[in-house]
């Protein structure tokens, strides 16, 4: 069966640190995957996605970025952190992206 | 205009009530429609997943698309405190959204 795995769980950084958050799937090869954000309170965010190795689409303009240098690996980064870059991260997958999203439990990152 | 409107409540019911969740949405050409369940810190699950015009039934739960109202609905009967949850409802572009918190009381 397919799993996701998303670390840590929770994360508290100072303002201006770097991030590296990692998401991986097992079960399933060449999946769709997706870095959402969740503001407190407010919907989620969709962040970037990838259909592949190396292909990586940026919904919104930001401090972050995402990587994916292997198929079932998925990478948020940034190198300075921003205290507005505090939120519950997702990562998600699928088959098709018209097939439902399987999402990671996420981090909550909190920074200060 | 958002993509995907959805009235974020909170939406507060008794035990045993039915709900209706809905979702609004402005591009006609989204075909799959979804909602999804989400506890407390914790990732969505999938929870009914429709495809183009039309009812789908699951237990408790009824998922309806209303595409020449670009309108869906999530209708929970016999509501269960184990229900209390954000019901966030998506597109097949990945569109999420707001979510509505929903709490059945005992």
């Known amino acids: 069966s397919q799993t996701i795995h998303q670390w840590p769980a929770t994360l508290v950084q100072p303002v201006g640190s770097p991030l590296s958050l990692e998401c991986t799937v097992e079960?399933?090869?060449?999946?769709?995957l997706y870095w959402y954000r969740q503001a407190a309170g407010r919907g989620l965010q969709l962040l970037f996605y990838?259909?592949?190795?190396?292909?990586i689409s940026s919904e919104v303009p930001q401090n972050l970025s995402a990587s994916r240098p292997q198929d079932r690996q998925f990478i948020l980064s940034s190198k300075k952190l921003l205290l507005s870059d505090s939120g519950f991260y997702l990562c998600?997958?699928?088959?098709?992206?018209?097939?439902?999203?399987?999402f990671g439990s996420g981090t909550r990152l909190t920074v200060v | 205009q958002k993509e995907v409107e959805q009235d974020p409540g909170p939406l507060s019911v008794p035990e045993g009530a039915i709900v209706s969740l809905n979702c609004t949405y402005s591009n006609s050409a989204f075909q799959y429609f979804m909602w999804y369940r989400q506890y407390s810190r914790k990732g969505p699950e999938l929870l009914m997943y429709t495809y183009s015009s039309g009812n789908k039934e699951d237990g408790r739960f009824t998922a309806q698309v209303d595409k020449s109202s670009k309108y869906i609905s999530l209708f929970i009967r016999d509501s269960q405190p184990s229900d209390s949850a954000t019901y966030l409802c998506a597109m097949n572009d990945m569109r999420f959204g707001a979510g509505t918190r929903l709490t059945v009381k005992p």
């Open positions: 079960g399933t090869s060449n999946p769709n």
């Open positions: 998600a997958w699928s088959v098709t992206g018209e097939d439902g999203y399987t």
């Open positions: 990838s259909v592949g190795i190396g292909q």
